[in-house]
């Protein structure tokens, strides 16, 4: 069944082009959306950002052992994840400089490239200082990070680290830490990323969100991980589509700004085809039984990122079960507008589902 034509790529924005758009769609918002955004300016929240990366890859290596000092009396915490968890490093003095110095040889250029693209991390900041002034707003005793510290990485490490946006590179060190690993944000021209081996890796599914426009919303996407963990206990499609959802309608109210490719991590065409085919998406989940499976294939084919939607064509985004689930979540808040975010998280998916009486 093919829903979705096959596309081609779009041609690829500059930054200054990306953020000509973003003004201009925000504008645009503002004027025209049904979306209600509180003005959350007034809401204090300090929120620091600190370039590990630059202090690594300045360290004098013909003084190796007061170089590793200085770092962990500045980055106390960060600096042992790093050494141990993303370098891999054995705890023993001598395998910590070893593996250090092959870190820095291989890892030299991806340094100095993230360096032409991130001597200003300020607008980056500024955005998620945003963003985490709507989480407060929502959720004022959740805990936030007040600290980010950014950092270059191995490939292996972020594979192992990944999230569900198919590893950011964004990690809670602690509940006042989030590291942002840069190595990948570095565009999706990126020459490393289109190596095959990488590709191996990263397919391009994958590797093409690998720019900077996806920082904040990677960095939300953890804190939502955090407010709602995902679960593993079997449930069905549908109860796992609209838990998809609810994260999706929690990255909407924390990045109203934001453009939806962004987060929902779909091309245009494939959000355009998604809402253009809304309702035969969801004929095929029905007509075929899909709802209620439970068999990890089945959710796994809907559930996780790919290439496309095999049943729905070329076009289609894999993941799409999200886009289903967000639309069912955004029927059930418009029922019911005296719900808070914190209600919508509480409330079974199940129950969201049978009150929404979703029908595009």
């Known amino acids: ?57 300045s360290m004098d290596t013909t003084d190796i052992d007061n ?5 962990y009396e500045k980055y106390p915490t960060f600096t042992i994840d790093y050494f141990h968890n993303i370098l891999a490093a054995a705890p023993q003095p001598d395998s910590i400089i070893k593996t250090i110095k092959h870190f820095r040889a291989d890892y030299n250029q991806i340094y100095i490239d993230a360096e032409k693209q991130f001597d200003n991390f300020s607008s980056f900041e500024n955005e998620i200082k945003q963003g985490f002034q709507f989480v407060k707003y929502y959720f004022p005793d959740y805990k936030l990070p007040h600290k980010l510290i950014t950092y270059i990485g191995t490939w292996d490490a972020m594979i ?30 990126y020459p490393m990323y289109k190596d095959e081996i990488m590709q191996q890796f990263y397919p391009y599914f994958i590797s093409r969100k690998f720019d900077k426009a996806y920082i904040p919303t990677n960095v939300l996407k953890v804190i939502i991980d955090d407010l709602y963990p995902h679960k593993n206990t079997g449930s069905s499609l549908i109860e796992q589509m609209i838990d998809a959802g609810k994260r999706l309608y929690l990255l909407d109210a924390f990045l109203p700004y934001t453009a939806d490719t962004l987060k929902t991590g779909y091309t245009e065409q494939q959000l355009k085809g998604c809402y253009e085919n809304e309702a035969t998406i969801w004929s095929y989940f029905v007509t ?23 049943a729905l064509g070329d076009g289609s985004p894999g993941f799409i079960g999200q886009f289903t689930g967000w639309q069912i979540v955004k029927q059930w808040m418009k029922k019911n507008k005296e719900k808070t975010l914190l209600d919508l998280l509480k409330t079974p998916s199940k129950t969201i589902f049978e009150q929404a009486k979703y029908k595009p």
């Open 1 to 57: 069944m093919i829903l979705f034509k096959k596309v081609t790529p779009g041609f690829i924005l500059s930054v200054q082009q990306y953020f000509l758009i973003i003004i201009i769609l925000t504008i645009i918002t503002g004027c025209n959306s049904d979306k209600k955004i509180p003005n959350v300016s007034n809401i204090k929240f300090d929120i620091t950002t600190e370039r590990f990366e630059k202090d690594f890859f």
């Open 67 to 71: 170089s590793i000092q200085h770092l």
């Open 160 to 189: 192992m680290l990944s999230n569900n946006s198919g590893g950011s590179g964004c990690i809670r060190i602690s509940e006042d830490v989030m590291g942002i690993g840069l190595q990948l944000s570095l565009g999706t021209n």
């Open 288 to 310: 075929n039984n899909l709802l209620y499976q439970t068999e990890a294939s089945i959710i796994m084919e809907f559930l996780n990122d790919g290439p496309k939607t095999a």
